[in-house]
């Protein structure tokens, strides 16, 4: 089982294979950007607090306020503009954030078979947060269900959103994971800025196509 430490002074989460590997990875990390913990930060401290599993971890700060973000992340036209990687579309979004209900959004990759995401809804708190789970369709071998969190706080200027999903099988499906929703929350940020208008107010439960 993989390990994870979140340094508390710049928030970077460094990962190892086991706990002789994570403290390892901690003490190269602090030597490079904290040299002044050196020697500060004992193997004891860095197991007591290491968690188990395989999480995706993004911070992004947005240049809107919460409710325009939290739209942006709910409104299935906003939505639909923004999901997935660079030259993903998502040509049909199903998207309704209340507790216990679903969503359903369909993808399309630039080359080969389009798939489909789905879940269900854990918690829906605007503007606040949002979670959800997540599923393939069709799964990868190595894909199990994870759980989407969004976390929004107001920023002067902006919004601070800090995204985690998990607990993935592999690392390689972790991997898979983080760098679509770096794109993807790139792709946000580029939306956002250049689309003022999409910002309104108010949602809809109605699929959208494309």
């Keep these: 089982m993989a390990k994870e430490f979140e340094c508390e002074r710049d928030q970077v989460v460094i990962r190892g294979v086991d706990d002789d ?21 004992s193997r004891e401290d860095v197991v007591a607090a290491a968690r188990d599993g395989l999480t995706v971890r993004l911070r992004s700060v947005l240049a809107s306020p919460p409710a325009a973000v939290y739209n942006a992340l709910t409104e299935p036209r906003q ?7 660079r030259g ?13 209900g679903s969503y359903l ?16 809804f854990r918690e829906v ?7 959800y789970t997540f599923r393939w369709d069709p799964p990868d071998p190595d894909d199990r269900e994870t759980v989407v969190e ?9 919004t601070e959103l800090l995204l985690t999903q998990g607990e993935f ?3 390689a499906r972790l991997a898979l994971h983080e760098g679509g929703w770096t794109e993807s929350l790139e792709r946000l940020k580029q939306m956002l ?10 949602s809809t439960s109605e699929e959208v196509s494309k």
């Design 193 to 202: 800025v250049e689309a003022p208008a999409a910002r309104g107010e108010g």
């Design 88 to 100: 993903f579309t998502a040509p049909s979004v199903e998207f309704d954030p209340q507790v216990g």
């Design 21 to 41: 590997d994570l403290v390892t990875n901690v003490a190269r990390h602090l030597a490079k950007a904290h040299p002044d913990l050196v020697g500060k930060v």
């Design 169 to 171: 099988a592999t690392q």
């Design 150 to 158: 969004l976390s929004l706080q107001k920023l002067d200027g902006g």
């Design 79 to 85: 939505l639909a503009s923004w999901w997935g990687p």
């Design 105 to 120: 959004i369909a993808m399309q990759p630039p080359d080969g078979a389009g798939f489909r995401l789905s879940g269900e």
């Design 125 to 131: 708190d605007p503007p606040a947060r949002l979670a």
